[in-house]
C-alpha cells in the first residue's frame, strides 16, 4: 500500500513592533518577568484596547510579501477560551475577516522547478502571556510580558507531501518575514512557532482522513521528527485497523520520549464562540496604504540570489545557501566590498565560517570578526603573506578573539617564509634526513614529492612558502646531489 501524507501548517510570527498590539507596553524579549505589563495587557476589567497601527501596517507587509490579497475591511473578533496565560477568559485574534487571504509561496526545487504552496490566509491577533512551571514546586508562575504582543498567524492550505516539504516551508516563510523585518523570527525564543495539521491516506484517494494537529514546534528539526514521528503512528494505525484511534485531536511532541501524546480532543471553531471585538472599530484599508507598503518591500530572497549568481558569478547552490540567511548575504557582501574575491569570500563563508558557527551555536549577527578584517584575511593569504593551511589557523583566532589578522600573525609568528637562503636551508636538512624518500624519486616514483613538501611544512610549521619550497626542492633534486652521497652512506 502506498500512503500519502497531507500537511498543513499555521505560523504565528511575532511582529517587529516596538510596543504591544492595543497597549504602549514595550515589546522588547529578556525583561524582568511583568515588567512590560499594564491593566490593559494583564486584561484588567474597565481598560479599552487601542489597536496599534504598525500591527496593521506589518501584517499588510506580510500578506504582499506572500502573493495575498488584502481585505479592505477587515475586523478583531474575541476567540473565547481560558487558560491561565490569556487573563481575560479570550484572545482577541480575527475570524471571517482577516486582514489579508489567498496567498502563495514559491519554493525552490533547483532546476527552474518550484513547488507553489497556497495560504489559505493571514490575520493579526494578540500573543498570550508564558506559563512557567517550577521544577519539584507545586506552584506555576505566569510571566505576561508576552501577553499582548501582536502576530500573525499564517495558515497554509494542506498542501505539503511529506516532513521534509513542511520543513522548507516553515525556513521559506521564515526567510521572507527576515528579509522583509516583518518579524524577527527567533524560534529559540519563542518569536515564530509552528502547529501542524497532518493525516494520511491511500495514494489516489481523494477526500482527506482525520487530521491530528501538533502544537507549539519551535525548531526546524523538532518539527521534521515530530511529523516523521506521527506520520508513522498514522499509517501503523491504518494498517492494523485501528483507523477510529486516529482522532480529530491536539497532540505535543515530545523531544526527549520521541513521540507525540494527546493533550486533548480539539476544538470545533463554534467551541471558541467568536464574535466581533466590542471595543475596536473595523479596520479599514485603503489602496493608497497598500501601494505605499507595496514601495517599501525591500530585496526578496530569490531576487538577491539572482543577483548574486549574475553580479558575483556564484554557483547556484552556492548563491542559494549565502541567501538562506538575510544577514549571512549582508556579511558576505561587506566583506566584498571591502576588497576581498568574492568566490573565494564564499568558499570561506560556507567552509570554516559556517562550520565554527555551528560549533560555537551562534548567529551571524554575534560574529566577532569584523568584514573588513575577514577581507584583510583573504588577501593576505592571495599576496602569499601566509599560506592557506596557516590562514585557517589565523582565522579561527580571528573567530574567537576578534583580532585583526595582522595582529594575530604578529604575535604568534606566523608570516610565510619566502626568504630564499632560509628555505634552502630547511630543503637541504630535509632530504639529508629523508634518504629513503629521495631514492624513491631518483627511482621514478614522483609521489615521493609530496611527502618530501610535507616534511618542509611540518619543520616550517607550515610556513614556508609552498611554491619556492617545491622550486627549490626539485632544484635540489635535479642536480642527484643527494643520490651518491647517501647511497654509498647507506652501504
Ligand atoms: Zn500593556
Avoid at 522588547?28 to 487601542?50: D, Q, S
Avoid at 475591511?73 to 482577516?98: E, G, I, L
Avoid at 542559494?320 to 561587506?334: I, R
Avoid at 570578526?369 to 593576505?380: G, M, Q, R
Wanted: net charge positive; charged share 30%; aromatic share 8%.
Amino acid at each position: 500500500m502506498v500512503w500519502e501524507t497531507i500537511i498543513g501548517i499555521e505560523i504565528h510570527a511575532e511582529l517587529k513592533t516596538n510596543s504591544k498590539i492595543f497597549c504602549n507596553c514595550p515589546t522588547k524579549f529578556g525583561a524582568e518577568k511583568n515588567k512590560n505589563t499594564c491593566p490593559v495587557c494583564i486584561g484588567l476589567p474597565g481598560t479599552l484596547p487601542r489597536l496599534n497601527k504598525e500591527t496593521i501596517h506589518l501584517a499588510i507587509k506580510a500578506g504582499l510579501s506572500f502573493n495575498c490579497k488584502i481585505n479592505n475591511f477587515s475586523k478583531m473578533d474575541r476567540k473565547n477560551y481560558f487558560y491561565p496565560d490569556t487573563p481575560k477568559a479570550y484572545q482577541v485574534s480575527q475570524n471571517d475577516k482577516p486582514i489579508c487571504f489567498d496567498g502563495f509561496v514559491d519554493i525552490n526545487k533547483g532546476a527552474d522547478c518550484v513547488n507553489r504552496i497556497r495560504i489559505n490566509r493571514i490575520h493579526i491577533e494578540e500573543d498570550a502571556g508564558k506559563l512557567v512551571h517550577l521544577e519539584r514546586e507545586p506552584h506555576t508562575l505566569i510571566d505576561y510580558n508576552r501577553a499582548g504582543i501582536p502576530l500573525i498567524e499564517i495558515v497554509s492550505e494542506p498542501d505539503l507531501r511529506s516532513p521534509t516539504e513542511a520543513v522548507e516551508y516553515v525556513k521559506a516563510i521564515k526567510n521572507i518575514l527576515m528579509y522583509q523585518e516583518i518579524s524577527d523570527c527567533r524560534m529559540e525564543e519563542g518569536s515564530l512557532r509552528c502547529d501542524a495539521n497532518i493525516s494520511i491516506r491511500k495514494k489516489g484517494e481523494y477526500k482527506l482522513n482525520t487530521k491530528v494537529e501538533l502544537k507549539n514546534i519551535n525548531s526546524f528539526k523538532e518539527l521534521q521528527k515530530a511529523l516523521e514521528n506521527e506520520e508513522q503512528r498514522q499509517k501503523e494505525l491504518y494498517i492494523n485497523n485501528q483507523m477510529d484511534k486516529v482522532m480529530q485531536e491536539t497532540r505535543r511532541w515530545d523531544s526527549v520520549k520521541g513521540k507525540t501524546i494527546s493533550m486533548r480532543k480539539k476544538e470545533e471553531s463554534q467551541d471558541y464562540r467568536y464574535f466581533p471585538e466590542p471595543d475596536i472599530p473595523i479596520i479599514t484599508i485603503d489602496k493608497s496604504w497598500i501601494n505605499c507598503i507595496k514601495k517599501q518591500l525591500s530585496e526578496f530572497p530569490n531576487e538577491r540570489k539572482i543577483r548574486y549568481i549574475n553580479n558575483y558569478r556564484l554557483k547556484e547552490k552556492d548563491a542559494e545557501l549565502l541567501t538562506s540567511d538575510k544577514a549571512l548575504g549582508n556579511y558576505f557582501e561587506k566583506i566584498v566590498a571591502s576588497g576581498a574575491d568574492p568566490k573565494t569570500t564564499v568558499n570561506w563563508i560556507l567552509g570554516d565560517f559556517l562550520k565554527l558557527l555551528k560549533a560555537n551555536e551562534i548567529s551571524v549577527d554575534q560574529v566577532l570578526i569584523k568584514e573588513s578584517d575577514f577581507a584583510e584575511l583573504i588577501n593576505l593569504i592571495k599576496r602569499e603573506d601566509i599560506s592557506q593551511k596557516i590562514g585557517k589557523v589565523v582565522f579561527k583566532i580571528m573567530f574567537l578573539t576578534g583580532k585583526r589578522p595582522k595582529v594575530i600573525i604578529e604575535e604568534k609568528g606566523l608570516k610565510q617564509i619566502k626568504n630564499k637562503d632560509a628555505l634552502e636551508k630547511i630543503v637541504n636538512e630535509v632530504l639529508t634526513s629523508n634518504t629513503n624518500p629521495v631514492n624513491d624519486y631518483y627511482e621514478g616514483k614522483t609521489q615521493a614529492i609530496g611527502y618530501l613538501m610535507g616534511q618542509i611544512m611540518k619543520e616550517t610549521n607550515g610556513q614556508a612558502n609552498p611554491q619556492l619550497s617545491k622550486e627549490l626542492l626539485l632544484l635540489k633534486l635535479s642536480c642527484k646531489e643527494y643520490l651518491p652521497i647517501h647511497n654509498n652512506d647507506e652501504q
